[in-house]
């Protein structure tokens, strides 16, 4: 059996680092077994050197041009033959550096929404794969923020890796040895020196931008994850008048954004004030070598113009740089984010040689099971019983005996920690967990539903059912006339998390979804709770006929709706303390008996209360 180990809570959420991020990113321009991806990278990049080669050639273009006008011959010639032509190559050569990128895009294009869209899926299904310890600790908004950023930056992160730093640094290459070659090697060093006091000086102060920029995802996280909390407690907020203290919460969440936000613009103001004195010196400086050639008659006049044209086209994409590495350096933060998500561990995992359950009879035995969410608390502390094929049995007990943890164990959202949990002899680790939750089914206290229409809610049961199944469902769990008697019937939205709905509506929809998902085990975990009286009783009568050869386990509070259980038992302290049919238990006049008596005491008083009404 494997062995309890670290779990998925325990385990510190660490964000990628940004050479593990650019290594996990990698695969996806080079997949295996896709050949098309390749074809287009291969393609773009083609392109890309295309593109660059010939741009590379436009400032010398430029230069032949300007030496062509300023030449003794017969200016109406010099026009004709040489300034021109040279013009119209020199236009040419640029137009095709620009549709060379162009294309380069065009093809590129689709590997990038390709890569986005594969990393998207891996990271919600792995959200999907995390423990319900983890779901439970861990903050919704702030999530959905980490995925929504680091999906954001995986195309621009592919794209200017591949498209923007390895050009640049091919261009500065081919810029510095023209210069050396062409103008000499002092030309050659002070081009060289700007470009490194400027790669330094961008390096230097982004890194430290991107620190400030890291507590600003933290503090729109936390933002985020506070107006969430407020909305989806909207009714909680009107109950307790509490509109101001929400807006204030959130305006102090914001306020903090605030302060972060404006010293990143301070630090951009410097950025880009040290970039534009560097790059301007540089271009100063081997503008005034280049004037004293043209002086001392070393150089022309079309030198003169090609230095100026190599330096721009240099210091454009230099310019550039300190976009690119700002935003790849912030890429690489929301993206080692979400691989530091993708990178925690799954809690329950199928073992290696997991096979599909084989539910024969329905039995579920918990043997000797130990259980805890928090080592320092034990909530189950050797439990044991039988649930035979066809029986109804129910727990009852005070709040926090450990009642919803058996459901919790025996849909294996946790692992036990002691003993262990079987189905017809099946050790649940053994299964895998996909068939597990196909064979049992549950009616929660609390049912949540989709924001999509009542339809759709109901057939999440079983979505291959045919609308005569989904009808009859939802008959048989009492709401399908209320829903017929809606203006738009079945296709009625609910509204997020149903609360379009009542609560014994949202009940009774989440009955019908068990009711057509049909398992052989069913777990009603105070399933009528938020239902009038006579609503329940319909509705155990519904209940009783779905269990009808199925095993059922019973979570209850109101200690009427299981006096028919084949078995009660009453769970205190994690341990059963009692055993044994509704009758059988009141003879004994231990703790159930005295449960029953307070509840029918309650009930007498309340229905005393409405007759006298």
């Excluded at 329905?362 to 805890?372: K, L, M, R, S």
């Amino acid at each position: 059996m494997p062995k309890n180990t670290a779990t998925s809570a325990d385990t510190p959420e660490k964000a990628a680092s940004g050479w593990v991020t650019i290594r996990r990113v990698s695969p996806y321009l080079w997949p295996d077994g896709q050949a098309w991806v390749k074809r287009r990278v291969v393609g773009a990049l083609v392109l890309l050197l295309l593109a660059k080669l010939v741009g590379f050639t436009t400032p010398y273009l430029y230069k032949l041009a300007v030496d062509a006008l300023g030449a003794g011959a017969e200016p109406a010639e010099a026009m004709m033959l040489g300034a021109i032509g040279l013009t119209v190559a020199y236009g040419i050569a640029r137009l095709g550096s620009v549709l060379g990128n162009e294309l380069r895009d065009a093809v590129f294009v689709r590997v990038g929404q390709r890569a986005l869209r594969a990393l998207a899926l891996e990271t919600f299904t792995h959200i999907h794969r995390l423990s319900l310890r983890y779901h439970i600790t861990r903050k919704t908004g702030g999530l959905s923020r980490i995925i929504e950023r680091g999906v954001k930056g995986v195309d621009f992160l592919l794209r200017f890796m591949l498209f923007s730093i390895g050009p640049l640094t091919l261009e500065l290459i081919l810029v510095s040895l023209f210069f050396a070659v062409y103008f000499g090697w002092a030309y050659m060093v002070v081009v060289v020196g700007t470009i490194y006091l400027y790669v330094t000086f961008t390096f230097k102060i982004t890194e430290w931008r991107v620190k400030i920029r890291r507590q600003m995802n933290d503090q729109d996280s936390d933002a985020n994850q506070k107006a969430i909390d407020s909305l989806l407690n909207f009714e909680t907020v009107k109950y307790f008048n509490a509109e101001a203290r929400e807006a204030q919460r959130y305006d102090g969440a914001m306020a903090a954004y605030e302060g972060l936000a404006v010293k990143t613009g301070y630090s951009l103001s410097l950025l880009n004030a040290g970039q534009s004195l560097i790059i301007t010196s540089g271009l100063v400086a081997v503008m005034v070598m280049a004037g004293y050639g043209v002086q001392a008659g070393t150089l022309t006049v079309g030198d003169f113009v090609m230095v100026n044209a190599y330096m721009i086209q240099i210091t454009m994409p230099l310019g550039f740089l300190g976009t690119v590495y700002r935003e790849i350096r912030q890429a690489l933060v929301d993206m080692g984010e979400m691989f530091g998500l993708l990178g925690q561990p799954a809690e329950v995992n199928d073992a290696p040689n997991a096979k599909p359950i084989k539910v024969t009879g329905g039995e579920v035995t918990f043997d000797n099971v130990h259980f805890a969410y928090d080592p320092d608390r034990a909530i189950l502390k050797g439990l044991s019983f039988t649930l035979k094929p066809g029986q109804r049995v129910a727990f009852v007990g005070p709040s926090g005996a450990g009642k919803s943890t058996i459901a919790r164990l025996l849909f294996r959202f946790y692992d036990v920690t002691g003993g262990a949990v079987r189905i017809d002899g099946q050790d649940l680790r053994d299964v895998t967990q996909t068939s597990l939750h196909q064979m049992i089914g549950i009616v929660p206290q609390d049912t949540v539903l989709f924001n999509d229409t009542i339809y759709y809610n109901i057939a999440y049961g079983n979505p291959d059912a045919p609308r005569s199944a989904v009808e009859a469902a939802a008959k048989a769990a009492k709401i399908h006339d209320f829903i017929v008697s809606l203006p738009q019937g079945y296709a009625t939205t609910v509204g997020e998390r149903g609360l379009k709905l009542s609560g014994g509506e949202k009940q009774r929809v989440g009955i019908a979804r068990t009711l057509l998902k049909n398992p052989p085990i069913l777990v009603l975990d105070e399933a009528t709770s938020a239902l009038d009286t006579q609503t329940e009783q319909d509705i155990q009568l519904s209940l009783r006929e779905m269990g009808q050869g199925r095993s059922v386990l019973m979570i209850a509070h109101r200690l009427s709706t299981i006096a028919d259980a084949d078995a009660i038992f009453v769970l205190e302290g994690g341990v059963i303390t009692e055993t044994g049919t509704h009758d059988a238990l009141l003879a004994k006049g231990g703790k159930y008996a005295a449960m029953w008596a307070r509840q029918s005491a309650g009930e007498e008083d309340h229905s005393n209360e409405v007759a006298a009404q």
